[in-house]
């Protein structure tokens, strides 16, 4: 586990070919087939409760597909793997450790070094040794940031870590998340809520429906993203996918 | 203020009032006590009292000074404590070992969780004609009733603070590469400590109770011991000071458990938000 502060550690290439989960009666993915380019930045977007985070957790291998398979950097994959880290929709730090404890969760070695990076690329160097409980909101989640960089993963995959920030808060936490993804060159898989936020940050959108991808676009607005006129037509593009989930209730 | 020519009287005094103030505000809740001790000695001078009935405090105290001349007093307070020590000490090991067996393998809990729920409503002091019957009046007697009060307590906090660390932050060690080692230690452990504390410092208290009455009842050596006999000689001046010494041993257990809180538990907030 060695972290790399010299350049990008890059990325790996991810393949799912099938995936189906259902939880009892419920199918939740059924047939599950993409693939991800190595150090891309993709978003998911979709209702609430279709999958996303279960997608996640099959990715991360926190859970068995009951059908299909994932496979990294052509590998099938079917464990935990050091090279893949996620970042939950909520915080999870451990309380009773302190910001520099935290970070270095599950670092061999040399960790308090690699910790203290991690934590100073975030921009929470000076509150190391702070309980968590005493940092705010988008403090917390900057930690929880900073702790899955210091395993230099190449494979990010974001559950809406910002889903709970107020909006200011937010967009300075899509700028880091572009910053170190652009400087590490991590695949990254983002699950949003926020139409915009996978505009801002995403080389590639996709619509989650029913258990499968029912639209892929890609976005190739040059970086950082402004909120011009192609900006905004894709947004409404997004956006009207959406509207047409809910079509039948309105 | 500076123009007016007239003394300042002394009550006003900014700050002396507010060391007076400090000082005021330490001393008032000893008032009462000391108020008490001293119309009680003062109602035993006038002999309001029967010495035989309540002792003054400074017999108390003289009593104090004899027995801890003569020795007896060290040595009973030192039986007393290697008894409270040592059944503690096998208690909590049984208590926390159960805890963590039964939650950590569920076959363990379906196998043991009845049983030792149902054991559990027994007032441990209820053994004690049969203790008396299996151990006579010896040390194991006593060990052997200190270690049946002290081993729920903590068996239920353990198991219960084991069961309710937050599941998010188990997958999350996973997730973060942490060994089964590593996850008790940093995770599982951490998360259930709380609730294992609480559950010392509540066995603490029923050590004491039981150590008290085991020894008043069936001992040759010790504190409760030291107050039967007392009683058989009419001796009050022994017995208060008995019963001073159990509440200021119970009272030292309480500050030792507080303190380990403090050192393990400073990472939660002192006032919730
Ligand atoms: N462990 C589980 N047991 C039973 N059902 C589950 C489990 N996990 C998820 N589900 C179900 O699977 C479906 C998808 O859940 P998932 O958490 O993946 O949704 P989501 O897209 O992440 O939703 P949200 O946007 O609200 O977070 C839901 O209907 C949920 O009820
Ligand atoms: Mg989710």
């Known amino acids: 586990m060695e972290y790399d ?12 070919e099938g995936l189906s989960k259902a939880y009892g009666q419920t199918s939740v993915l059924n047939g599950l087939s993409f693939e991800l380019k190595a150090g891309e930045f993709t978003a998911v977007v979709g209702r609430s409760g279709c999958g996303k985070t279960t997608l996640l957790r099959l990715l991360g291998c926190l859970e068995a597909p009951d059908e299909g398979s994932v496979s990294v950097d052509g590998e099938p994959r079917s464990d935990l793997n050091p090279d893949t880290r996620i970042m939950f929709q909520e915080d999870r730090l451990l309380p009773w450790k302190t910001v520099l404890e935290n970070v270095g969760l599950g670092l061999a070695g040399d960790w308090r070094r690699v910790a203290m990076t991690a934590l100073g690329d975030v921009g929470l160097g000076l509150r190391q040794g702070d309980w968590p409980r005493t940092l705010s909101g988008g403090q917390r989640q900057r930690v929880a940031l900073a702790r899955a960089l210091a395993h230099s993963p190449k494979l990010l995959l974001l559950d809406e870590p910002m889903g709970a920030l107020d909006a200011l808060t937010r967009i300075g936490m899509q700028a880091l998340v572009e910053r170190v993804w652009a400087s590490r060159g991590f695949t990254a898989l983002l699950v949003t809520h926020d139409v915009a936020e996978a505009i801002t940050l995403a080389d590639r959108v996709i619509l989650l429906e029913n258990g499968r991808i029912s639209q892929d676009l890609k976005i190739s607005l040059p970086r950082p993203r402004q909120r011009d006129m192609d900006f905004a037509k894709l947004e409404s593009e997004v956006l009207n996918w959406i509207l047409s989930l809910y079509a039948g209730y309105i | 203020m500076t123009g007016n020519p007239q003394p300042k009287p002394p009550r006003v005094n900014p700050g002396g009032g507010l060391i007076l103030k400090k000082f005021r505000k330490r001393l008032t809740p000893w008032l009462l006590p000391i108020v008490l001790i001293v119309y009680w000695q003062i109602a035993a001078n006038m002999g309001w009292i029967n010495p035989r009935i309540l002792p003054s405090p400074l017999n108390v105290f003289r009593a104090f000074v004899r027995l801890l001349m003569n020795g007896e007093l060290l040595e009973n307070v030192k039986v007393s404590c290697a008894r409270a020590g040592l059944g503690f000490l096998i208690g909590g090991s049984i208590g926390l070992t159960l805890g963590l067996v039964t939650a950590t393998w569920r076959f363990m809990e379906t ?31 006593k060990v052997f009733l200190i270690v049946c009060g002290v081993t729920f307590p903590i068996y239920l906090n353990t198991f219960h603070g084991i069961r ?23 995770v599982i452990l951490p998360g259930a400590l709380p609730s294992i504390l609480v559950g010392v410092r509540f066995s603490l208290g029923v050590m004491w109770m039981t150590l008290i009455v085991a020894e008043t009842i069936a001992a040759s050596s010790g504190l409760g ?15 208060v000071l008995t019963i001073l010494i159990y509440a200021f041993l119970g009272k030292l257990a309480d500050v030792v458990a507080r303190a380990l809180e403090r050192r393990f538990l400073s990472w939660r907030a002192v006032n919730a938000a």
């Not at chain 2, 049983?115 to 009046?137: E, S």
């Not at chain 2, 660390?165 to 590593?182: K, T």
């Open chain 1, 5 to 16: 502060i010299k350049g990008p550690g890059g990325g790996a290439g991810v393949r799912t």
């Open chain 2, 111 to 141: 196998l043991l969780d009845t049983t030792l729920q149902m054991v559990r409503t027994i007032p441990n002091l209820a053994l004690l004609p049969l203790v008396i019957i299996w151990f006579g009046i010896g040390e194991k007697a």
């Open chain 2, 164 to 186: 309710s660390v937050d599941l998010n932050l188990i997958s999350m060690a996973r997730v973060y590469g942490l060994d089964r080692l590593a996850l008790w230690r940093h």
């Open chain 2, 225 to 239: 011991y030291m107050a039967s006999n007392a009683r058989e000689m009419m001796q009050t001046d022994v017995i």
